[in-house]
């Protein structure tokens, strides 16, 4: 089970009560494990050009980003009700943050932009929300220790148009629970595909949960068409940021794009012209995993 999002309106599950969803059980276990710190990479492989939906001057040589989102706070923790009052019903989710876990998730996203391009979009909504104003505010202060990483801040909105008119400007995207959950699916589609995208979940210590972003797919289950890829670069980031072993972190990577290079694609990153069809090889999930494997 990966990310809670995705089509949960025809899910078998959705018609159950909230605490007996499959989502109960992943929130809790982030919660209960202090998965605070969501890595999400968005990476344009050159293979997959033609897999972005943007235009060619868009893309221009590709892009890659970091984005950070911080995991076990915010709207899907804070209290909520549901209750009917003179015939009216009424819900309340509440999006509560602490300087505290504000404050770790940017120091986790300010060490990762120091290992990058040394830039931090620190997104919020602090034009109207106070728990964004407080963000803005511990963000900049944690800046004051990074002397060498520039940051910036863009309002949530702005980010989601940015990210489809010129993504190649971010380096790390720093944001809250709810945003983060959002602008990494949209930024999944600009590369290509959510199948090819990684995550970890990290604690204050080396300890992570590893998943793909697009979660479980069960509309496919058994069919063998899902994309691996993501599973098997989340397995990368594994060796990397839990045992800190970076050149077979490395081998993986570089696996999964000679498999690229040599023309292998699973149904969700095969090309729409005819003409670049033709061109590669369309293979399931088993035979996906295969070739990784030889190439490692």
Same mark, same amino acid.
């Given at each position: 089970?990966?990310?809670?999002?995705?089509?949960?309106?025809?899910?078998?599950?959705?018609?159950?009560?909230?605490?007996?969803?499959?989502?109960?059980?992943?929130?809790?276990?982030?919660?209960? @494990?202090?998965?605070?710190?969501?890595?999400?990479? =968005?990476?344009? $492989?050159? *293979?997959?050009?033609?897999?972005?939906? +943007?235009? /060619?001057?868009?893309?221009?040589?590709?892009?890659?980003?970091?984005?950070?989102?911080?995991?076990?706070?915010?709207?899907?923790?804070?209290?909520?009700?549901?209750?009917?009052?003179?015939?009216?019903?009424?819900?309340?989710?509440?999006?509560?943050?602490?300087?505290?876990?504000?404050?770790?998730?940017?120091?986790?996203?300010?060490?990762?932009?120091?290992?990058?391009?040394?830039?931090?979009?620190?997104?919020?909504?602090?034009?109207?929300?106070?728990?964004?104003? @407080?963000?803005?505010?511990?963000?900049?202060?944690? =800046?004051?220790? $990074?002397? *060498?990483?520039?940051?910036?801040?863009? +309002?949530? /909105?702005?980010?989601?148009?940015?990210?489809?008119?010129?993504?190649?400007?971010?380096?790390?995207?720093?944001?809250?629970?709810?945003?983060?959950?959002?602008?990494?699916?949209?930024?999944?589609?600009?590369?290509?595909?959510?199948?090819?995208?990684?995550?970890?979940?990290?604690?204050?210590?080396?300890?992570?949960?590893?998943?793909?972003?697009?979660?479980?797919?069960?509309?496919?289950?058994?069919?063998?068409?899902?994309?691996?890829?993501?599973?098997?670069?989340?397995?990368?980031?594994?060796?990397?940021?839990?045992?800190?072993?970076?050149?077979?972190?490395?081998?993986?990577?570089?696996?999964?794009?000679?498999?690229?290079?040599?023309?292998?694609?699973?149904?969700?990153?095969?090309?729409?012209?005819?003409?670049?069809?033709?061109?590669?090889?369309?293979?399931?999930?088993?035979?996906?995993?295969?070739?990784?494997?030889?190439?490692?």
């Amino acid at each position: 089970m990966g990310s809670i999002g995705g089509n949960t309106s025809t899910s078998p599950w959705y018609k159950l009560p909230p605490q007996l969803r499959p989502e109960a059980g992943l929130l809790r276990l982030r919660k209960e @494990l202090n998965l605070f710190a969501n890595l999400r990479p =968005a990476y344009l $492989y050159e *293979e997959l050009k033609e897999a972005c939906p +943007l235009r /060619d001057d868009i893309i221009g040589s590709g892009f890659d980003m970091m984005i950070m989102r911080e995991l076990t706070g915010g709207l899907y923790f804070g209290e909520r009700s549901t209750k009917k009052t003179d015939g009216i019903i009424t819900a309340v989710d509440t999006l509560t943050y602490t300087e505290k876990e504000i404050r770790r998730i940017a120091i986790k996203g300010f060490d990762i932009a120091m290992k990058r391009r040394k830039k931090v979009t620190s997104v919020d909504k602090a034009n109207v929300l106070d728990s964004s104003r @407080l963000w803005r505010k511990v963000v900049e202060e944690v =800046a004051l220790d $990074y002397p *060498e990483v520039t940051l910036e801040h863009m +309002l949530v /909105d702005n980010c989601a148009m940015q990210l489809v008119k010129d993504p190649k400007q971010f380096d790390v995207i720093l944001t809250e629970n709810m945003f983060g959950d959002i602008l990494s699916d949209e930024a999944s589609m600009v590369t290509g595909s959510i199948g090819m995208l990684s995550s970890a979940s990290l604690n204050d210590t080396k300890f992570g949960l590893y998943e793909p972003s697009g979660g479980s797919a069960p509309d496919i289950a058994g069919k063998g068409i899902a994309n691996p890829i993501a599973t098997i670069l989340s397995a990368a980031m594994m060796l990397r940021y839990s045992f800190d072993l970076d050149k077979e972190a490395q081998a993986i990577e570089d696996a999964v794009k000679k498999v690229l290079a040599d023309g292998f694609r699973t149904i969700d990153i095969m090309p729409q012209e005819e003409h670049r069809r033709a061109e590669v090889k369309q293979v399931g999930t088993a035979m996906m995993g295969d070739l990784v494997a030889d190439r490692v």
